[in-house]
């Protein structure tokens, strides 16, 4: 893919961005945000599995405020590629 880190390079974006949202509680939501829309009706399923693995060490590291959780964890929000069914629930 066009402009995608490779490697040790990523590990280093991912680690960062990990850093930022522990040490900066105003980015948290803003990482999550990024996460997501990242996710949101994009068709490539190797860069999407791939944005749900870094949005899965996020979610290990720290969490969203407390509104932005109602959205992010709810199982409302399930990329079409992960649901069996194509309806919205």
């Not at 990482?31 to 979610?59: A, H």
Request: proline share 4%; aromatic share 8%.
């Amino acid at each position: 893919m066009k402009g995608e880190l490779k490697g040790d390079a990523a590990n280093v974006v991912i680690r960062h961005l990990i850093a930022q949202g522990i040490n900066k509680v105003e980015l948290r939501d803003e990482i999550y945000c990024q996460l997501v829309r990242q996710t949101n009706c994009n068709p490539n399923v190797e860069w999407c599995l791939r944005v749900w693995s870094v949005f899965c060490l996020c979610s290990v590291s720290f969490g969203p405020s407390h509104t932005l959780h109602k959205v992010t964890f709810h199982d409302t929000y399930t990329p079409d590629y992960l649901s069996e069914e194509k309806t919205p629930r």
